[in-house]
């Protein structure tokens, strides 16, 4: 098993930023439909199938987070070999846990209040405050849950045998994939998302469906190795 990490920026270089300011998702351009090639004459905005573990944000949920990707060859599949399987997590989620802790901690004295209340309502007949505490333990829950689902996400996405294969998966929900059997997929290529910050994504095209927008705002140099990569593993042309 061979594992490549993409380089850093040239030295020649050097100011060239890493982490800038995300720019809002209206300023990315998918690829057209197929049936569209011939008429396309300009960008046509539309969301298509996103990945919501890349550097920019698509809920307000999602707490400060850093997304890295990682790339190994040669991973053994119930169905094959993998030619290549790229891999993107988000890490560093101080922020979320810190949240998450204040969350439970806000939930049990809540809980702990209500059954002091209930208590105290039986024998000294207060007015209750269950009927108040308990919605709000409950939303306090439901957010926590969000962030939790928004926070702690991956997206895997492999090549076997020609066979193109996409899964993102996030906490305590269940994986949603996508498989586009070889010769489904039209296009594969890196468009530039913020070409002054050096920031992009890569977006594949299949034959039937939205457009697949992956590793947005990621460096171009990462990018640029992982289209090579998958163009050859799916038996593109190379990008000229």
């Not at 490549?4 to 060239?16: D, G, Y």
């Not at 405050?129 to 939303?139: G, Q």
């Not at 992982?226 to 163009?231: C, N």
């Amino acid at each position: 098993m061979a594992q490549a990490t993409p380089p850093n920026p040239p030295p020649s270089e050097p100011n060239r930023p890493l982490s800038p300011d995300l720019v809002p998702l209206s300023y990315a351009q998918p690829i057209p439909n197929e049936e569209m090639v011939e008429e396309y004459t300009g960008p046509v905005v539309q969301p298509g199938i996103l990945d919501y573990a890349s550097p920019r944000s698509f809920s307000k949920l999602r707490l400060a987070s850093r997304s890295v990707i990682s790339w190994e060859t040669g991973l053994a599949r119930r169905n094959g070999i993998s030619d290549i399987t790229i891999t993107e997590r988000l890490e560093g989620r101080s922020r979320a846990v810190a949240a998450l802790i204040f969350g439970g901690a806000v939930v049990l004295v809540l809980t702990a209040h209500m059954i002091l209340a209930d208590v105290l309502f039986r024998s000294r007949n207060n007015i209750r405050t269950t009927p108040v505490l308990a919605p709000v333990a409950a939303i306090v829950l439901t957010v926590m849950f969000l962030v939790i689902r928004e926070t702690w996400r991956t997206t895997i996405l492999e090549t076997i045998e020609g066979e193109l294969r996409l899964a993102f998966k996030a906490a305590l929900t269940s994986p949603q994939t996508y498989t586009w059997n070889p010769g489904e997929i039209v296009e594969v290529r890196l468009f530039e998302t913020d070409p002054a910050n050096y920031l992009g994504e890569l977006q594949i095209l299949p034959k039937q469906n939205e457009v697949v927008r992956l590793f947005i705002d990621h460096h171009v140099d990462q990018l640029k190795q992982m289209e090579t990569a998958l163009r050859k593993a799916l038996e593109m042309p190379p990008v000229e």
